[in-house]
């Protein structure tokens, strides 16, 4: 018996942690009652599983071709708010191709409606309600013993399903936490090279203290943590593989100090000087020996994403929030001075008691914490949620498919949603690219507020119908050049300097936008500055075993307005930006 667990992801660098889990503890438990063979079973009904991952940018038709041909008996699906509808689409067709085949679905999108689900998609048989391990495991006993009889289900917990006699659904109990320990390394026998150039998604704990309305993670309580002797070996795995990115997905990691900071303490001594870990947090309960720890890391080997939602009072209250601010603020502008950790900051439109006024001071607040990306997010109402609840007394109109994202409140109307949208597309380009970096820091003076530069942004793109069409890297730098031309005559050569730049930081870029200057105009000053520094190195010493000519093209001299000029190394790259160094040479220096 072929088992097949089935991820759509939404990207194809992202990786489902979910499905490795299942198919590492269902192993375990087979292969300790049955022993260790290929395949698993007793007399000749053996068990075989196997992975599939997807994305949804491919063809249906691709993925059920692919399915078909691994020739499963049992599919399953990881179903979430991102594939949820892909899944749906998906299930008829493949019953089509492969009518003998169980489908079984598990996931948050699933689990909080399970008979509903059932009642609507006829072509599946059960669903796996919450914390799947130990379910699916039970299943794979049953496969073995019964032959997967439908019969048997109605003793195993945490499931939803058909009745055989046709007499509707079925859910069985609630199935209590498990240890987490019990799992196993979920990647232990993947083959590395398959995870390459994708985020590797780990947990060291499950549930969440905090009870946030909008979050499902609020459900589970009881805060669940894996024994750190196993994930000290599990994270020497992913360093000794030298993976780019793992990617913490523990609700709060920090919410139990000593937890956090022996992990911490290990991946710091541990760094192999490649490998990226990101820890959501909370920064309002990072205490002294935390920031001590963290102001020792190598830049770049870690990055926190800090959800911070709202700054309005009543805000955090209505949605159950136990925020300082003003806490938050210290601690990531301390962060931000050591030039270390990339920091990720949250926001939430469409919040109980946020209308457009109290969203601007919201965002002007987190943007004036200068993190590395603002992720300005709109509500989206999960299934099971508190925010589910709240719909009535909150006036809130959300979409009646996945994500569920918020239309409107009482407080914020559609039209204020979709300004919010175009602002969210503005800060995505102009700001989270960290492309316009220079630029946008003198910008910022010539407004009230961060608010207002984006908004002025977005009123821009509408007025020229810019938001309809898909533009290149570099005619971004067009269009903001024509506004910063049209609307700041005075200030053109500077804005151009800066600009100029922004481009040449983050790359060494061959065909020069319309705005730029001729560098015709100092041909000869560049040939003279890459001779001298191969005759006689000074910025350039690292370049050494090159002649001019190619330290030329492996680096770029830009003169300015002003006459000075500025050098851009790309050897040297900001471990946090991964910009260009950039050195300011006077006119003079580079005549001597």
Not at 197 to 208: A, D, T
Not at 565 to 592: C, H, T, V, W
């Amino acid at each position: 018996m072929k088992i097949l667990l089935t991820a759509i992801n939404a990207k194809y660098i992202h990786s489902n942690l979910g499905i490795y889990s299942l198919k590492a503890y269902g192993e375990k438990i087979l292969r300790e009652q049955f022993g260790d063979r290929k395949g698993f079973g007793a007399s000749d009904q053996l068990v075989e599983i196997e992975l599939a991952e997807y994305t949804i940018n491919q063809q249906i038709g691709q993925i059920l071709q692919d399915l078909y041909r691994k020739k499963p008996d049992i599919i399953g699906f990881s179903c979430y708010i991102w594939n949820i509808a892909y899944v749906r689409e998906l299930l008829a067709d493949v019953k089509k191709v492969l009518p003998d085949v169980q489908i079984w679905l598990g996931g948050p999108e699933v689990s909080y409606d399970a008979s509903k689900t059932l009642r609507e998609n006829p072509v599946v048989d059960l669903v796996m309600k919450g914390e799947g391990e130990e379910t699916f495991a039970q299943l794979l006993k049953n496969c073995v013993r019964e032959d997967g009889d439908p019969q048997n289900w109605r003793e195993i917990d945490g499931l939803a399903f058909r009745n055989p006699d046709g007499s509707g659904v079925m859910e069985t109990k609630v199935r209590s936490y498990m240890d987490m320990s019990q799992i196993p390394f979920p990647y232990e026998c993947v083959d590395v090279g398959e995870l390459e150039h994708r985020i590797i998604y780990y947990e060291s704990s499950r549930g969440c203290p905090f009870s946030c309305a909008y979050c499902l993670s609020s459900i589970d309580k009881r805060v669940r943590f894996r024994g750190l002797d196993l994930v000290k070996r599990e994270l020497a795995w992913f360093l000794e593989a030298k993976v780019p990115q793992v990617k913490f997905v523990d609700r709060t990691f920090n919410c139990k100090k000593d937890h956090a900071m022996e992990i911490w303490r290990f991946i710091r001594d541990q760094d192999n000087g490649i490998t990226n870990f990101h820890f959501e947090i909370a920064a309002d309960l990072l205490d002294e020996d935390e920031l001590e720890l963290l102001s020792t890391m190598r830049p770049g080997l870690v990055q926190l994403e800090i959800g911070v939602q709202s700054t309005n009072e009543r805000t955090l209250e209505a949605i159950h929030r136990k925020t300082d601010i003003d806490e938050i603020r210290e601690v990531t502008a301390r962060i931000n001075s050591w030039g270390r950790i990339h920091q990720h900051l949250d926001l939430i439109a469409g919040l109980p008691w946020e209308d457009l006024e109290s969203f601007r001071h919201s965002f002007d607040d987190v943007y004036r914490m200068e993190p590395e990306q603002l992720q300005l997010g709109f509500l989206k109402v999960l299934k099971g949620s508190c925010m589910e609840e709240m719909t009535q007394e909150c006036g809130l109109q959300y979409a009646s498919a996945p994500p569920y994202e918020v239309l409107s409140t009482r407080w914020l109307p559609y039209g204020d949603v979709l300004t919010l949208k175009q602002i969210e597309e503005m800060v995505e380009v102009y700001y989270n690219s960290r492309q316009f970096c220079l630029t946008l820091r003198e910008l910022e003076k010539e407004y009230e507020s961060p608010y207002s530069m984006f908004r002025e942004m977005a009123d821009y793109y509408e007025a020229h119908q810019l938001f309809e069409v898909n533009h290149s890297r570099m005619a971004r730098y067009e269009i903001l050049w024509d506004l910063l031309a049209e609307r700041f005559p005075g200030k053109q050569e500077c804005f151009r300097d800066l600009l100029m730049c922004d481009l040449y930081l983050r790359e060494n870029i061959k065909s020069r936008p319309s705005f730029a200057p001729d560098p015709g105009s100092w041909k000869e000053e560049t040939r003279r500055f890459f001779r001298q520094e191969e005759q006689n190195p000074h910025y350039l010493k690292h370049y050494e075993g090159y002649d001019s000519r190619q330290m030329a093209r492996m680096a770029h001299l830009e003169r300015l307005s002003d006459g000075s000029y500025r050098l851009f190394d790309y050897k040297k790259r900001d471990p946090l930006s991964r910009n260009a160094g950039m050195i300011q040479i006077s006119d003079e220096e580079l005549m001597e």
